[in-house]
């Protein structure tokens, strides 16, 4: 019996640009697509499906092979638009590869997107046996898993309510319960786990280190390096839809985090890689003293720091209801700091169509290190400007305590003052 669990040969994915991009292969998406073919070969020559250098079209995913056994635990990472999605999707036979084949061993349950897999007119119970049944189980190994799936998921009070009415949150904890507890052998996970709370993502990876243990094969999509370090002894780095690195879990995370540096020192007016409908465009950033001065970098651990984001407006009038966001991230990519003017009740009313925003961090609490910035920008609700990895700063050594010591570099990320005392028991 051979070992493989998953085998992909030249798998690829093409879609066309400023088409509506099917969002599961269903067929009456096959004939919808068919009958507007008829009248695109008669204008524009026979359609080719392996035509891959049209300028109407896309390479989602392009020539990726590779095998896993069974028992293998394997994280797949890289940037946004590199393929990861789409690579998950055709594993879990969503979508249909334009090229190439893709072979899957056992029983799969995956976890791609909120409420994956579920009926929203079925209750949580209904759709606990749905995907079971889906899966091949019996009814009598789906009873002697349910209690447990309910308990995980924290929705005992809502299990006979139909889904539709769960929020985003509970759609997920549902379905990682259904998707983790009946019994796959290959789960696939995607970064849906962002979804959930802090508690709840970590009792996710808690249960998906389990299965692991248990000799099952995991694929896991994170831009959590730490997760992906701590669960993971392999990877794949995937960039532009292309395989760039499979290899151990932390030479692929080095490899990775290099090119999110080079990729952050790029001009912010230059960056591409961004969503939005660009009503706000951040053009540029630079690091400013407690003066308002430009500050060459880099920062001292302690110091008063603001961040100063140029931007513009294709719009020429001000800007209504805009709110901004700033992520730091450490090392691995892990969140740190979250700033905004929502937590600091600090949403902008109204702001000119070009214009300057500047974040004040007092004391920056941050251990001497590297670190990285994502930026998230929306006006009236909408997503305005979103780009990851923005940009990064170094922080040096500095007396933040006045003591002359900072604790550990490797024991810690924060610096936060505090004091001792002792008190004699009487």
Same mark, same amino acid.
Request: glycine share 10%.
């Given at each position: 019996?051979?070992?493989?669990?998953?085998?992909?040969?030249?798998?690829?994915?093409?879609?066309?640009?400023?088409?509506?991009?099917?969002?599961?292969?269903?067929?009456?998406?096959?004939?919808?697509?068919?009958?507007?073919?008829?009248?695109?070969?008669?204008?524009?020559?026979?359609?080719?499906?392996? &035509?891959?250098?049209?300028?109407?079209?896309?390479?989602?995913?392009?020539?990726?092979?590779?095998?896993?056994?069974?028992?293998?635990?394997?994280?797949?990472?890289?940037?946004?638009?590199?393929?990861?999605?789409? /690579?998950?999707?055709?594993?879990?036979?969503?979508?249909?590869?334009?090229?190439?084949?893709?072979?899957?061993?056992?029983?799969?349950?995956?976890?791609?997107?909120?409420?994956?897999?579920?009926?929203?007119?079925?209750?949580?119970?209904?759709?606990?046996?749905?995907?079971?049944?889906?899966?091949?189980?019996?009814?009598?190994?789906?009873?002697?898993?349910?209690?447990?799936?309910?308990?995980?998921?924290?929705?005992?009070?809502?299990?006979?309510?139909?889904?539709?009415?769960? &929020?985003?949150?509970?759609?997920?904890?549902?379905?990682?319960?259904?998707?983790?507890?009946?019994?796959?052998?290959? /789960?696939?996970?995607?970064?849906?786990?962002?979804?959930?709370?802090?508690?709840?993502?970590?009792?996710?990876?808690?249960?998906?280190? #389990?299965?692991?243990?248990?000799?099952?094969?995991?694929?896991?999509?994170?831009?959590?390096?730490?997760?992906?370090?701590?669960?993971?002894?392999?990877?794949?780095?995937?960039?532009? =839809?292309?395989?760039?690195?499979?290899?151990?879990?932390?030479?692929?995370?080095?490899?990775?985090? #290099?090119?999110?540096?080079?990729? &952050?020192?790029?001009?912010?007016?230059?960056?591409?890689?961004?969503?939005? #409908?660009?009503?706000?465009?951040?053009?540029?950033?630079?690091?400013?003293?407690?003066?308002?001065?430009?500050?060459?970098?880099?920062?001292?651990?302690?110091? #008063?720091?603001?961040?100063?984001?140029?931007?513009?407006?294709?719009?020429?009038?001000?800007?209504?209801?805009?709110?901004?966001?700033?992520?730091?991230?450490?090392?691995?990519?892990?969140?740190?700091?979250?700033? &905004?003017?929502?937590?600091?009740?600090?949403?902008?009313?109204?702001?000119?169509?070009?214009?300057?925003?500047?974040?004040?961090?007092?004391? /920056?609490?941050?251990?001497? =290190?590297?670190?990285?910035?994502?930026?998230?920008?929306?006006?009236?609700?909408?997503?305005?400007?979103?780009?990851?990895?923005?940009?990064?700063?170094?922080?040096?050594?500095?007396?933040?305590?006045?003591?002359?010591?900072?604790?550990?570099?490797?024991?810690?990320?924060?610096?936060?003052?505090?004091?001792?005392?002792?008190?004699?028991?009487?």
């Amino acid at each position: 019996m051979s070992n493989i669990a998953i085998r992909a040969d030249q798998l690829s994915k093409q879609y066309k640009i400023g088409l509506a991009k099917p969002r599961h292969d269903t067929l009456r998406d096959q004939l919808t697509e068919g009958f507007i073919s008829v009248f695109r070969s008669n204008s524009h020559g026979t359609a080719n499906r392996q &035509s891959s250098d049209s300028s109407d079209t896309i390479w989602a995913l392009k020539d990726i092979s590779f095998e896993i056994k069974h028992g293998e635990v394997v994280g797949v990472i890289g940037r946004n638009g590199a393929g990861k999605s789409t /690579l998950l999707k055709i594993l879990s036979r969503i979508t249909d590869p334009t090229m190439g084949r893709a072979e899957i061993y056992g029983r799969v349950g995956s976890l791609l997107e909120v409420g994956t897999g579920f009926h929203g007119e079925l209750t949580g119970r209904e759709n606990i046996y749905l995907n079971g049944a889906i899966l091949g189980m019996k009814k009598r190994e789906i009873d002697k898993q349910f209690d447990e799936i309910v308990a995980f998921s924290e929705v005992e009070q809502f299990i006979d309510t139909p889904v539709k009415r769960y &929020s985003s949150g509970m759609q997920v904890r549902l379905a990682f319960a259904v998707a983790a507890h009946l019994e796959p052998e290959v /789960l696939i996970v995607d970064e849906v786990l962002a979804v959930g709370d802090a508690a709840f993502q970590k009792k996710c990876l808690g249960k998906m280190d #389990d299965v692991a243990k248990k000799g099952r094969t995991v694929l896991f999509v994170s831009h959590n390096m730490l997760a992906v370090k701590h669960l993971c002894g392999r990877a794949l780095l995937l960039a532009a =839809g292309r395989s760039v690195v499979d290899d151990g879990s932390e030479v692929v995370i080095g490899r990775y985090l #290099d090119n999110i540096s080079a990729h &952050s020192s790029t001009a912010l007016s230059e960056r591409t890689d961004r969503e939005g #409908d660009q009503r706000i465009k951040f053009l540029d950033y630079k690091l400013l003293d407690r003066c308002g001065n430009e500050k060459a970098a880099p920062i001292v651990a302690g110091q #008063d720091v603001k961040i100063a984001f140029l931007y513009e407006s294709k719009a020429r009038q001000p800007l209504r209801s805009v709110h901004v966001a700033l992520g730091i991230n450490g090392k691995y990519e892990e969140r740190l700091i979250h700033l &905004s003017t929502n937590v600091s009740d600090q949403d902008f009313a109204e702001i000119p169509s070009k214009g300057v925003i500047i974040c004040h961090i007092p004391r /920056l609490p941050l251990q001497p =290190g590297k670190y990285t910035f994502n930026l998230y920008s929306t006006v009236s609700g909408e997503i305005s400007d979103w780009i990851q990895d923005a940009g990064g700063f170094d922080v040096i050594y500095g007396d933040f305590f006045g003591s002359g010591r900072l604790p550990p570099e490797d024991g810690s990320s924060f610096l936060a003052q505090h004091s001792w005392e002792v008190r004699p028991l009487f």
